[in-house]
């Protein structure tokens, strides 16, 4: 293989599909809105209710579980990492910036700036850790440390701060593109604009030098030793990136969801960042934005035939899916790559009698 | 007769392929020495016939029957024991536990105790003490030992010279052809001078597969054959 | 590297004694440490309030070792992390409860399971049958996954139509025709995989793996559709959806009351011979599909008399009790709430003994080559009993009445002194402080005897030799002829077993609710670390401590604690108390990352 300078339009060429989502994903409200709700393009912009205004909504809290997810996927997935006190990483940019805004009334970029400390500090707190521990007991010690933060978060001795078990509400948008209640298309955007940003860093990130260190990392943790990596600072900027990205997360969640509640920061969210990147394959990256779709769209409907036997089905398919496809959807359909070049090459035969089969 | 018969066995561990064709013909009541260079599949070749690493391909024959993919507890309870290499004793287990835990049925052991205790006198001494407290060659002992308890007519032994001092080497080696007049052994062994003086046959494997076998006296004189496969395998005898 | 020179005995003891302080020189101070905070602590208080103080911490301790126990023996032998440990404690707790204020719905429960788990006392049939199974045509095969596939199928219409009816008006049902076809859509698509599955099936040792697996499934399938549908047949009062559907909590508060009558139990809506006939049928399947889906099987043990003889006991055991169910309720419901509360510990724990060994068998076992994959299973399982518990149960929290020997008051009461303890008062009063006769003596008393129990079997037995040695090096132990896998199923279910039991224990001194697992499974992990993960004594070290220190921060709590920066008193609220623990835990794995008695390097 020749390597080649990567000009912008060969990326460009490249990423065709992801191009072809975007522009989809922008036109999705207005198909909705003239197809469904029958009504005009104006409709969206003018933020009124119907389908269109109810899948935008949906469309975020599946953009901002998709952020969510990637960056656990970053950590269990592609480093090896297994960590259970990922949810902490979502709560701590949730809970900051909506605390720096509603009661230290802060200026949005401030609070940014705050959450992106925390986010810091917490990635270190867990570096701390990782210096002693490892696997199993790693899991348990960032288990540990996300039910402490659980736990203090709803107790009522911060109340007046965290809103203790009802969680945080009557946090007001800083800037028009936030409101989601008000600016619902132009919110929408920007969690897709963030996606779709931190997809495309995580995928260049991975294609880096570094990426190939957090992949030696989960494969063979002393042969990168041995080769000269020192493999802590590589984990560090891992979980910095990682916590970051997730506390991003966080940050829009407190904007969209009107009460921000403890059970982000619970076991139960970690789960599920588990289950969205155990949909969508473990360790692949674009299976964290599949499995958010699917997971979000299929908690959804479950939720809606079957009401509160959902979450008994949710959990039936989890297993199902650990045991029998336990390479996620994107893991699934890379591993038949192969397969399905040769099914179209030989339907393509099919359909042009002039062309021979080249073999 | 043969007791013990590998055909053409092919094994992977993962996706590596460790044995590429092993063939093996253990006679019954002989000791037969499995001889290669470190790596060359020795220990894994024991471990497919006891189903531990389970064969691919090829088949494994115990005593007329074809043992390829059963349980390993199954086949060991055919009557194949297996001494580990690094003497794979549980030292959380007292030395009389680790001897009782290889019985098959109630009072295997104190039918053999006297002939156990006979070929390792040391034993009888530690019976309490927990399995951490042994020497290095004292476990090598209770490993072999374990592996006498029940009424086993195949022993499958593993480097048992490995890391023994000399006099220990000579002790170890008595026990093994006091035992061969009850049982069948194969043994791997790198110190060739210590094969050579146990053994009535030779294999050698090389990278995953059998590629000569006959009779211990005839390799002995062979120079050549010694030291192209087995090489540094020769030197560190006493 | 080992060196046999021997030493002059006397100086290699000087020696040893000298590498061990320094070897463990972390784990002394760490010790040393709490015993300094634990007496600061006691000291601070008076002798009737540090007494109850510690004797509350014991109780806690005594639950969570029970939790812990099991997880710590499961981990050590399997490297199993059961994160669906705490659940079965739920579960526990749950169906003891059933069993001791509704005696009959047990009953009405009970008949149709021992319809379904009788066939499974039959195995060396289904395993002999399970390998010709493995000879049949692929023809035969096909058909019985389409057959599995159509259960399935019709299985989901059934609960989607029911679902679909309850749904909002006008809005939905379009969108559930739709599903419908779409759902059709993937079910034929699912058909026409198998279908490929079936052509490719070339008989070859792969081929023939993957087909009895798919096989097993399908089988599984129509077992289970059978026994669900036969199921429904026998009314269990307790749920009937419409009283508990007004007004759950109000439920809830009459059952624990006893102020709500058992229902007269409905009739049959098809002939009871024919529900019974179908019940031992999905029994028959499911017990064939597992013994299918094991990939080897060894020699079959003959069908002696003796299975036979299990098989009609307990037929016959179920005809019996349905028909003498309401003689039998009368009875139960006659008997002192004491003799009550113990048959619900023995039903609980042998409950959680065979969901243990089901779990174990069906969804573990297939996954020994990939542990990650393992505790994720283990966390779906306590995500669905969790749900299957809400479902059945219910959302409401639940109280338990104290058993009777346990609950006297009036003349005499509270007991005193240690004697006390038999008196058959609720409470008992020993150094000046007051304890509850149940919490801190009962629960305390059973949490010991399981130790000794277990430690009993673990040191003295053979099974217990197995699984000690099982834990340092089970592909050994295997290679001594051991059935390994049997005894992993024997401890996994044993470990469910007993945190079962902690569930029946804990529901008359802390109630139920649909989380109490998720809070002791912390709890117990967090001992489990403490003691070193795989190290049974450290199991119950690390509950006792938890325990305690939970009981003490919540005494200090009421009281305050005088932190030096703070001008006032710093009083926790009760919710924070776990966090305590938890530091605890996380504060000594960095310390000592192998746990206070675990070994350093495995």
Redesign the interface.
């Known amino acids: 293989m020749t390597t080649l300078t990567p000009t912008p339009q060969s990326w460009l060429r490249r990423r065709r599909g992801l191009l072809a989502m975007v522009a989809l994903l922008i036109a999705f409200p207005f198909l909705v809105s003239i197809i469904v709700d029958g009504q005009g393009l104006g409709a969206v912009i003018a933020n009124d209710q119907g389908n269109a205004r109810f899948l935008q909504g949906l469309a975020i809290e599946i953009f901002i579980l998709a952020i969510y997810a990637l960056s656990y996927d970053l950590i269990l997935g592609v480093t090896g990492l ?1 960590s259970f006190g990922h949810a902490m990483f979502f709560a701590v940019g949730a809970y900051t910036f909506g605390i720096m805004l509603k009661t230290h009334e802060m200026q949005w970029v401030a609070a940014l700036v705050v959450v992106l400390i925390a986010a810091i500090l917490q990635a270190f707190l867990f570096g ?2 990782l210096v ?3 696997g ?2 790693f ?3 960032t ?3 996300a ?2 933060f659980w ?2 978060i ?4 911060l109340q007046q701060w965290a809103g203790a078990e009802i969680g945080l509400q009557g946090v007001r948008a800083p800037v028009w593109f936030l409101d989601t209640t008000n600016e619902r298309f132009a919110f929408y955007l920007v969690t897709m604009t963030l996606m779709i940003l931190c997809y495309v860093l995580y995928l260049r990130i991975i294609d880096s030098p570094s990426g190939k260190v957090f992949h030696a990392i989960r494969e063979n943790e002393d042969r990168a030793l041995m080769l000269g990596y020192n493999t802590f600072w590589f984990k560090l900027l891992v979980l910095v990136i990682a916590s970051v990205t997730a506390s991003l997360g966080g940050v829009l969640h407190t904007m969209h969801q009107p009460i921000v509640t403890p059970n982000i920061a619970g ?1 139960g969210f970690t ?1 599920t960042a ?1 289950l969205i990147i ?1 949909i969508g394959g473990v360790g692949t990256i674009t299976g964290a934005l599949v499995g958010a779709a699917v997971y979000r769209l299929l908690q959804f ?1 479950l939720d ?6 959902s ?2 089905l ?3 398919a ?2 199902v899916l ?2 029998y496809l ?1 390479y996620g959807i994107v893991g699934t359909w890379r591993a038949k790559a192969a397969k399905r070049k040769e099914g179209w090459e030989r339907l393509r035969t099919l359909l042009s009698p002039g062309e021979r089969p080249t073999s | 007769m043969s007791l013990l018969r590998l055909e053409e066995v092919h094994t992977f561990i993962e996706q590596f392929h460790i044995l590429e064709g092993v063939s093996i013909d253990v006679p019954e009541g002989d000791i037969v020495a499995l001889l290669g260079r470190n790596g060359a599949g020795k220990t894994t070749t024991l471990k497919t016939i006891l189903g531990l690493t389970p064969a691919r391909s090829g088949s494994v024959f115990y005593d007329g029957n074809n043992i390829t993919g059963r349980r390993s507890f199954d086949i060991a309870a055919m009557g194949i024991g297996f001494v580990p290499e690094h003497r794979a004793i549980f030292s959380d287990l007292s030395v009389e536990e680790n001897l009782l835990i290889a019985e098959r049925e109630r009072g295997d052991f104190a039918a053999k105790e006297d002939f156990i205790f006979g070929l390792f006198p040391d034993l009888k001494r530690l019976i309490r003490l927990p399995g951490t407290n042994l020497s290095g060659g004292q476990q090598q002992m209770l490993a072999v030992a374990r592996a006498l308890v029940p009424n086993n007519r195949l022993l499958l032994i593993d480097e048992p010279s490995e890391g023994l001092a000399p006099v220990l080497i000579e002790q170890m080696m008595e026990a093994i052809r006091r035992l061969s007049s009850e049982s069948t052994v194969l043994l791997v062994e790198q110190n060739f001078i210590v094969a050579s003086r146990l053994a009535q046959h030779f294999v050698i494997i090389e990278e995953g597969r059998s590629i000569m076998s006959g009779a211990m006296k005839d390799l002995v004189d062979d120079d050549e054959t010694i030291k192209r496969y087995l090489g540094a395998g020769t030197g560190g005898a006493t | 590297m080992t060196t046999d020179t021997k030493q002059p005995e006397k100086v290699s003891k000087q020696r040893q004694r000298a590498d061990w302080l320094l070897e463990n020189r972390a784990r002394v101070s760490v010790l040393a440490a709490l015993a300094f905070l634990f007496i600061v602590a006691l000291a601070g208080l008076e002798s009737k309030d540090w007494f109850p103080t510690i004797m509350q911490g014991l109780s806690v301790g005594a639950l969570t070792f029970l939790v812990a126990s099991g997880l710590s023996l499961i981990f050590g032998l399997m490297d199993v ?1 059961s994160l669906a440990h705490g659940e079965i404690f739920m579960l526990g707790a749950y169906v003891g409860w059933t069993v001791y204020t509704r005696f009959d719905t047990t009953v009405d429960a009970t008949v149709p399971l021992l319809l379904v788990i009788a066939p499974f006392t039959l195995m060396p049939l289904w395993q002999r049958m399970a390998r010709w199974l493995r000879t049949l045509g692929r023809k035969w095969h096909f058909g019985i996954w389409i057959l599995g596939l159509g259960v399935v199928y019709a299985a989901w219409y059934v ?2 139509a029911a ?2 009816a ?2 909002i008006e006008g809005e ?1 049902s379009g969108a ?1 025709a739709g ?1 419908t076809i779409i759902v059709s859509l993937l079910f034929v698509a699912a058909a026409y995989g198998l279908y490929r599955k079936w052509r490719s099936n070339d008989g070859s040792v792969e081929s023939v793996k993957e087909a009895m697996s798919l096989t097993s499934w399908s089988l599984l399938a129509l077992g289970g559709g059978a026994a669900i549908t036969a199921m429904t047949k026998f009314p269990l009062v307790i749920w009937d959806a419409e009283d508990f559907a007004k007004s759950p909590s109000n439920f809830a508060v009459q059952v624990d009351l006893g102020t709500l009558a058992p229902l007269p139990a409905d009739s049959f809506g098809w002939p009871a011979l024919v529900a019974f006939v179908v019940l031992l049928l999905g029994g028959s399947l499911i017990a064939l599909a597992l013994s299918s889906l094991q990939t080897a099987i060894g020699d079959v043990a003959p069908l002696t008399r003796k299975h036979w003889t299990g098989f009609v006991a307990m037929v016959g055991l179920a005809i019996v009790l349905h028909l003498t169910k309401a003689s039998l309720n009368e009875w139960v419901f006659g008997l002192s709430t004491t003799w009550r509360f113990f048959l619900a510990i023995a039903v609980a724990t042998g409950l959680g003994f065979a969901v243990g060994a089901f779990i174990e068998v069906v ?1 573990i076992r ?2 020994y080559d ?1 542990p ?2 393992q ?3 283990t ?3 306590g ?2 009993l969790i ?2 518990v ?2 059945v149960w219910g959302r409401p929290e639940f109280t338990m009445a104290r058993p009777a020997a346990f609950n006297g008051t009036g003349e005499g009461c509270p007991g005193q002194g240690l004697g006390g303890f038999f008196s058959g008062c609720s409470t008992v009063e020993v150094f000046g402080g007051r304890l509850r006769v149940y919490n801190e003596g009962f629960v305390v008393l059973v949490g010991a005897l399981v130790l000794i129990g277990v430690t009993l079997l673990l040191k003295k037995t053979r099974i217990g030799m197995v699984i000690r040695a099982g834990v340092q090096d089970p592909e050994m132990v295997e290679a001594l002829g051991i059935n390994v896998r049997r005894v992993f199923t024997l401890v996994f279910a044993m470990g469910s077993g007993l945190a079962a039991l902690g569930g029946v224990l804990a529901a008359p001194s802390i109630g139920l609710s649909s989380g109490m697992g ?1 809070t002791f499974l ?1 709890g117990a ?2 001992a489990l ?1 403490i003691g070193g ?1 795989t190290s049974f004594p450290g199991a119950a070290a690390g509950a006792l401590l938890v325990g305690l220190l939970q009981q003490i921060i919540i005494r200090f709590g009421q009281t305050g604690i005088n932190l030096p920066f703070l001008d006032e008193p710093f009083k ?2 009760p ?2 108390v ?2 305590a623990a ?2 605890l ?2 504060v000594i ?2 310390v000592l ?2 746990g206070l008695l675990g070994r350093s390097e495995r």
């Open positions: 297994l701390v850790v002693r521990v490892k199993i007991a899991a348990l010690v288990l540990g440390l039910s402490v736990i203090v709803q107790s009522s001795d076991l789960v588990l155990l409907y809606r035939w079957f009401g509160a036997a979450e008994l949710i959990g039936l989890y297993v650990v045991l336990p | 992390l609960i989607f679902g679909d309850d749904a939905v559930g599903v969804l297939p996954l990939r990650i994959y505790l994720m299973i966390l779906g399982v995500f669905i749900e299957l809400r479902e998720a912390l992990i967090v670390a993960l926790p609220s919710t924070v776990p966090a938890i530091l835990m996380v794995l960095l990352p192998s």
